[in-house]
Nanobody, 126 residues
């Protein structure tokens, strides 16, 4: 049974930083897709960043790329999202997602992922 637990969300002021953690059990880190999604109120869930191949990272936009960093610690079965220079538009519930596939080109698609955490709330005030 795969368990996915996110943590690290908080309420911070614009310009602040947070590191989200996703602790996983029952799943082997390897070549498969692993990513972070987020969903703001009244908006669809969107991909933020993902590990799409060994040592290959993908980011949703230049804005995200310059401020966020996705990483993993295989020994600890943990996926991270370091978020710096946070903006109010980053406010959302953030989800960790794990896939049984290695189809890098489909990393933005929710249906590509098999396991999801419950989410952790990030709120950025101006």
């Amino acid at each position: 049974q795969v368990h996915v637990v996110e943590s690290g969300g908080d309420s911070v002021q614009a310009g602040g930083s947070l590191r989200l953690s996703c602790v996983v059990s029952g799943y082997t880190f390897g070549r498969n897709l692993m990513g972070w999604f987020r969903q703001a109120p009244e908006k669809e869930r969107e991909g933020v960043a993902a590990v799409i191949a060994t040592g290959v990272l993908a980011y949703a936009s230049d804005s995200v790329r310059g401020r966020f960093t996705i990483s993993q610690d295989k020994a600890k079965n943990t996926l991270y999202l370091q978020m710096n220079s946070l903006k109010p538009e980053d406010t959302a519930k953030y989800y960790c997602a794990l896939s049984n596939s290695d189809r890098a080109g489909r990393w933005r698609e929710e249906a590509e992922y098999n396991y999801w955490g419950q989410g952790t709330q990030v709120t950025v005030s101006s």
